[in-house]
């Protein structure tokens, strides 16, 4: 094993100073533009299937930031985890082809809203959204809309 003692950190001292430990507090109630980062499934601690959604803030104070949503899929949940696939423009034809279709959500953007009960967040798909050129939102044309 190497001598650590002769390991040179000098390079880094500047940048060292100069560098914000990031916060590990989650973002603030809100609605926020988003971008789907990472999507995959999973199993939920009681061992249901679910969905992991790791979204990153786009635009405003929070941009660059993340945003966890996890959809449990439970026969009561079906409904709202439909909703969101709509949402996002994903049609299945079987609920089955979702593993194999999660990468076409990637870099999705879209608009949320994050809401704090207790102890609890909800993060809620509001719609879609396209980002223009220069950084903006727009709403998707209708005949862009695939559904």
Known sequence: ???SSSVDLSEFDDDFAAAESPSL???PDGKYQ???DEVRLDRSQKGDPMIKWDLIVIAGAQEGRHIFKNSVITPAALPFVKGD???LGLELARFSELNDRLGDLLDTTLEVTKRTRGE???VYFNKRINIAGNGAAKQPAS???PF
């Open 1 to 3: 094993m190497p001598d």
């Open 25 to 27: 507090e989650e973002v």
């Open 34 to 36: 988003v971008r789907i």
């Open 85 to 87: 696939l709509k949402t």
């Open 120 to 122: 609890y967040s909800n």
């Open 143 to 145: 005949d862009e809309i």
